[in-house]
């Protein structure tokens, strides 16, 4: 405290003042130097990376100014303005300093338009005024100048450019002047942009230069005269400068010694003194604290400060040891555990008259006994709640501790388990050979080889019951690696093996009839195929019911699931003991007959198809009744696969349908119609791998308008039918008779539709850019496509896709498509119509209803059945027929066209008749098309 007087008498002392004074100066100039330093580099970097940047968007937007020249793309011409606004706004900046009066308003609104940092842009300005107070001009302002000309004049050029460009027919000559004078400019920009750069670089370097001699002449003053005021200082205070650093030293050897703070109370002024690391531990300094004992108080956490109160009045009353462990909370507000402990000094009546002691820090401790408690509390937790039975023990064998786990497979409690031996709680066998399993210590308690998991083991609880599990050992190592314990884990894999039966049973079975599912019952039939040749047949039997949409339909699929359950259960219970019946999928079932040749085939399906047929579903007060159609295959006696087995009992099954339903066909492969039904079923892979090959041609025939006066024999218009083609994988034409059929009967006819469409358009497209302008296409629509909800916006893609106009496309509906379907017909019709397109009904009068269905579809054309047409001159009610739709079609004002026109008498009573157009091949036979394909061509 002597030492601490000593100094506060030393620099109050008048001589000091006098020295910080002149040291106070010396630093303000070369802080105020250094001010203006660090401002004129920042101006000057700043108006270097200015440049290069207005450098930059010049290029950019010359590069785009030449673009719009030769694109003649507004969008480059607004990129160019967007781009030239940079270098146009820092020239009129600059225009604005340059004035005699300078406007520093307008250049620094200017400049940040230029895309310029404000406080960069302060710099600036400074910079320029502080030149102009000392009457300095950079040679850099000259190239400023014919920059700003150049810039000017390249403006200029552009707006003439873009006046040029915007006449309806632009003069070239005058464009492409234009265009090189911009190119001029451009290139006289670089060269000035190139000067400009490199006298920035010089002024960069002259200023640096300058401020450097500054800042050296600044800081030689600053030595100086340091040296000046330190000779006169140490010359007279050379001993006492000693004497405080022995002093100080001495002190900071002894502080330092101990890491601990210190502190020293004299009771009777009640005045404290702190260590400097006292002060530190607690964040404050000696003004905070003064000498008042109680302010310490208020830095010990409010939790703890009753009980550190009456540890230390323990101590000053009683003499009680005074050693405590409390938390402070700092000044900058953090929270620390600290030790206190101290001794006081007693008058001869025991009174406390001073009391000195010591602060540790002890916050690093604390945390990692709280970290360690919280750690053990963790896994105490975790061993607690996992599932697996966790058993601990000691390098003698015996149980320290079991989790609630282990309590539930073995039946032991943890205080029943503690302190015996591994084998007697937890007792494992061998699953198969049921013999014991040995614990991880024999009785010596020397460590037995350990492996990492044990599968297949039994547990034998306390009261006898077998739990099955897995085990795993790990050991528990101390520091020094040595063994001190052992760690088992039980896994209780009973859930596990029932959920994995559980899951067998659910891969091969139905969910709704508890039937084998599909491939289990296609594994089973693969297994007697790959059975030794014998002279055993088996048959399966293919069983699709008739009525089951209606009860779907009618009462939603919660009475068809019922339905289906009732069945399945019924049909179970008729067939024999080794004979197994599946759900293949829907309403679908399958039934293998094992060593069960044809003839008591043919009886068991019977039986089965009548069951069903005798079978009444009830459902709320409604009954109804089911009908099975069952296709019949027997195999076994020659070479078959399961394809070849499915297919055919699919073949048969929906034969039976096709008869009438509810009955059985049997598969024979000389049967004719199954014959027909299998080669259209080989069809389905070949026209899907055509349609993925695009191996399909498109063909035209004329219609030939047959009324004088109409206007496509004045040659405006020419009105042909688009044909599809097939070609096989060698590339011959296959008819559409030899694959349609197929494609009708599996549904492939709207990708077929969607080909034909998409392909057409392009084709019309093509032969438009040749020259053939205002045809009539028409292209023919299959049933299947009337009722497809994602054909209309098929139909709209494509004519945005392709320019083709609507009214010029005439899509054809056969007449028997358009009464099946006749609702949805009547909505596509009109559909397409509100596109603009045209309507034409296929194949009019082979039904006997066809003119009472007519007036609810609004078609544009008639296409009168050519089977009335080609044999009309030789058939009277042919003749009658085709004159009848004809004159119906006069009188509802639709234009009627006759197909099959073979000949030239055929054509001439046409004509006479009154009918409007005829196709066939005395006017044309179908003529193949090359054109590109349609996803090459406009998309």
């Not at 040595?482 to 884990?489: A, E, H, N, P, S």
Request: glycine residues 6%; charged residues 25%; contains cysteine.
């Amino acid at each position: 405290m002597l030492i601490s007087a000593s100094i506060r008498q030393y620099f109050s002392a008048s001589r000091w003042v006098k020295v910080a004074l002149i040291y106070l100066c010396v630093i303000a100039a070369l802080g105020l130097l250094a001010m203006v330093r660090l401002r004129v580099l920042s101006s000057i970097r700043s108006q270097i990376a200015a440049e290069s940047i207005y450098s930059k968007s010049q290029k950019d937007a010359v590069f785009d100014l030449l673009d719009y020249a030769t694109g003649e793309q507004e969008q480059a011409f607004l990129a160019f303005e967007q781009k030239i606004a940079l270098p146009l706004a820092s020239r009129n900046a600059r225009a604005a300093l340059d004035a005699k009066e300078p406007d520093f308003s307008a250049a620094k609104e200017d400049l940040l338009a230029a895309g310029g940092d404000g406080d960069d842009i302060d710099d600036v300005l400074f910079t320029f005024r502080l030149a102009r107070l000392f009457h300095v001009q950079p040679d850099v302002m000259p190239a400023w100048r014919d920059a700003d000309d150049k810039l000017a004049q390249l403006d200029a050029e552009a707006r003439h450019l873009h006046e040029l460009l915007h006449d309806v027919t632009p003069d070239r000559a005058a464009v492409q002047a234009s265009t090189a004078r911009i190119r001029q400019v451009n290139d006289q920009l670089s060269v000035i942009e190139h000067t400009l750069s490199m006298r920035m670089q010089e002024v960069a370097q002259n200023a640096q230069r300058t401020m450097v001699i500054a800042s050296w002449l600044v800081a030689l003053t600053f030595v100086l005269g340091g040296i000046f005021v330190a000779r006169l200082i140490l010359a007279k205070n050379e001993k006492l400068v000693e004497a405080l650093r022995v002093s100080e030293e001495r002190l900071r050897l002894a502080m330092s010694g101990s890491n601990d703070g210190l502190w020293d109370w004299d009771i009777a002024a009640d005045s404290l003194y702190y260590s400097q690391r006292l002060l530190d531990l607690l964040g404050a300094d000696k003004s905070i604290l003064g000498k008042d004992s109680s302010l310490f108080l208020k830095f010990v956490h409010p939790a703890d400060l009753p009980r550190v109160r009456g540890q230390l009045m323990a101590h000053l009353r009683f003499d009680a040891p005074y050693d405590a462990e409390f938390r402070i909370v700092t000044a900058t507000g953090e929270v620390r555990w600290v030790r206190s402990r101290a001794q006081s000094l007693r008058a001869a009546d025991s009174r406390a008259l001073r009391m000195a002691g010591s602060i540790t820090d002890v916050t690093e401790r604390r945390q990692s006994e709280e970290l360690l408690y919280a750690e053990k509390e963790r896994a105490q937790v975790t061993l607690e709640s996992i599932g697996d039975a966790v058993i601990t023990t000691g390098v003698d064998g015996k149980i320290e501790y079991i989790n609630p786990a282990a309590t539930a497979i073995t039946g032991w409690s943890l205080n029943e388990a503690q302190g015996k031996p591994t084998d007697e709680v937890c007792s494992l066998i061998e699953e198969h050979s049921r013999e014991k399993v040995a614990t991880s210590f024999d009785r010596k308690g020397i460590r037995l080889k350990m492996r990492e998991v044990e599968t297949n083991l039994l547990l034998i609880g306390k009261d006898g019951h077998e739990v099955a599990v897995n085990r795993s050992v790990a050991q528990i190592r101390n520091r020094n690696g040595q063994v001190i314990g052992t760690v088992f884990v039980l896994h209780d894999v009973s859930k596990d093996r029932a959920y994995a039966t559980h899951l067998s049973y659910q891969a091969s079975h139905d969910e709704l009839t508890g039937l084998i599912n599909r491939r289990e019952f296609e594994r089973r039939v693969s297994v007697l195929l790959g059975a030794p040749q014998s002279t055993r047949t088996h048959s399966m039997l293919y069983v699709d019911l008739d009525q089951f949409k209606i009860v779907n339909d009618t009462c939603g699929h919660l009475a068809g699931d019922e339905l289906l359950k009732q069945l399945a259960e019924l049909l179970r219970a008729r067939l024999r003991q080794n004979d197994t019946i599946a759900r293949l999928g829907g309403d679908e079932f399958g039934v293998l007959l094992e060593a069960c040749p044809t003839a008591p085939a043919v009886k068991i399906a019977e039986m089965l198809r009548q069951t069903v047929s005798d079978f009444r579903f009830v459902w709320r007060d409604r009954v109804f009744p089911i009908g099975a159609s069952i296709g019949l295959v027997t195999f076994g006696d020659h070479p078959a696969t399961l394809a070849d087995i499915l297919r055919m009992a699919d073949a048969a099954c929906y034969q039976a349908k096709d008869n009438g339903r509810n009955r059985i066909h049997i598969f024979s492969p000389e049967d004719k119609e199954l014959a027909l039904r299998h080669g259209e079923m080989g069809w389905i892979g070949r026209i899907r791998q055509a349609l993925e090959e695009d191996r399909f041609v498109l063909y035209s025939q004329k219609i030939l308008p047959l009324d004088a006066h109409h206007e496509d024999v004045k040659g405006v218009k020419t009105h042909y039918e688009i044909l599809l083609r097939m070609l096989d994988e060698n590339n011959n034409i296959v008819p559409p008779i030899a694959f349609i059929p197929a494609a009708e009967r599996y549904g492939l006819m709207p990708a077929l539709d969607r080909w034909v469409i998409k392909n057409a358009f392009s084709l019309y497209v093509q032969r438009a850019k040749a020259g053939a302008r205002g045809e009539i296409c028409a292209i023919n629509l299959s049933g299947t496509s009337i009722g497809d909800v994602d054909f209309l916006p098929f139909v709209r893609q494509q004519f945005l896709l392709y320019p083709v106009p609507p009214q010029n496309i005439c899509f054809e509906i056969t007449e028997t498509s358009a009464i099946a379907n006749l609702g949805k017909a009547e909505v596509l019709i009109r559909k397409l119509k509100d596109f603009g397109c045209q309507i034409s009904l296929d194949d009019f009068g082979s039904g006997m209803s066809s003119f009472s269905y007519l007036k609810h579809l609004p078609v544009d054309y008639l296409k009168i059945d050519g089977s009335f047409v080609k044999d009309m001159m030789l058939d009277p009610i042919d003749h009658a027929m085709v004159e009848a739709i004809n004159r119906i079609g006069q009188v509802m004002k639709i234009k009627t066209v006759a197909e099959f026109v073979e000949d030239e008498a055929t054509l001439n009573e046409l004509r006479a008749m009154g009918v409007n157009f005829a196709q066939g091949y005395v006017i044309e036979r179908p003529t193949a098309h090359t054109y590109q394909a349609a996803d090459d061509a406009f998309v």
